[in-house]
Nanobody, 125 residues
Framework: QLQLVESGGGLVQPGGSLRLSCTAS????????IGWFRQTPGKEREGVSC????????YYADSVKGRFTISGDNAKNTVYLQMNSLEPEDTAVYYC??????????????????WGQGTQVTVSS
């Protein structure tokens, strides 16, 4: 069974950091592109970052560029999203997603086939 599990969310003060993890089971992330998305109530799901199957192509939304870093660990079949200098506007449920394409980094949520259950990130003092 193909599954993605996110972890690492929580409550953090503005300016703080969190690292989200997205671990895949049932498939090898070496053959999939991975995206991180976030959503708040009443708003559309927003693309945050993506990484291609090789790990060499990444992309970031303007709102997180310079603060967030996406990376992968093939040995652990896991993709990470390091989030620094967090702002209250970063508060959302964060989802990771996978699509079976190689060497492409996609920021459109409709392109993705597999989704995790989401992890809550709250930035508040």
């Amino acid at each position: 069974q193909l599954q993605l599990v996110e972890s690492g969310g929580g409550l953090v003060q503005p300016g703080g950091s969190l690292r989200l993890s997205c671990t895949a089971s049932g498939f090898n992330l070496n053959y999939y592109g991975i995206g991180w998305f976030r959503q708040t109530p009443g708003k559309e799901r927003e693309g945050v970052s993506c990484i291609d199957s090789s790990g060499s192509v990444t992309y970031y939304a303007d709102s997180v560029k310079g603060r967030f870093t996406i990376s992968g660990d093939n040995a652990k079949n896991t993709v990470y999203l390091q989030m620094n200098s967090l702002e209250p506007e970063d508060t959302a449920v964060y989802y990771c997603a996978a699509v079976a394409v190689r060497y492409m980094c996609l920021m459109q949520s409709e392109a993705y086939n597999y989704w995790g259950q989401g992890t809550q990130v709250t930035v508040s003092s």
